[in-house]
């Protein structure tokens, strides 16, 4: 038995490009709040098709261990910090 639970928390936006900022927004606020926190698994849907999921973060790995923590569709090259802008 696990002692670790997943929340899912339904919050709708209007479209997909919405979703995903408001879902980046969320996961960097909650990460700093918790080291349980995994931005990198974040991914958005249309509420009658939930099986259809799209993903927020890029979440590539880097040297190092590291993860890309910029947008999935992000045009500079991956890095694991966030600059302001994007």
């Not at 931005?39 to 993903?55: K, Y």
């Amino acid at each position: 038995m696990t002692d670790h639970w997943v929340i899912h928390l339904p919050v709708t936006a209007p479209d997909l490009l919405q979703a995903r900022i408001l879902a980046r927004t969320a996961a960097r606020v909650l990460a700093r709040l918790s080291a349980r926190v995994e931005p990198g698994g974040v991914t958005v849907s249309v509420e009658d098709q939930q099986g259809v999921r799209h993903w927020v973060f890029c979440d590539r790995p880097l040297p190092g261990g590291a993860r890309c923590a910029l947008p999935t569709d992000h045009l500079p090259p991956c890095t694991r910090r966030v600059r302001p802008g994007i």
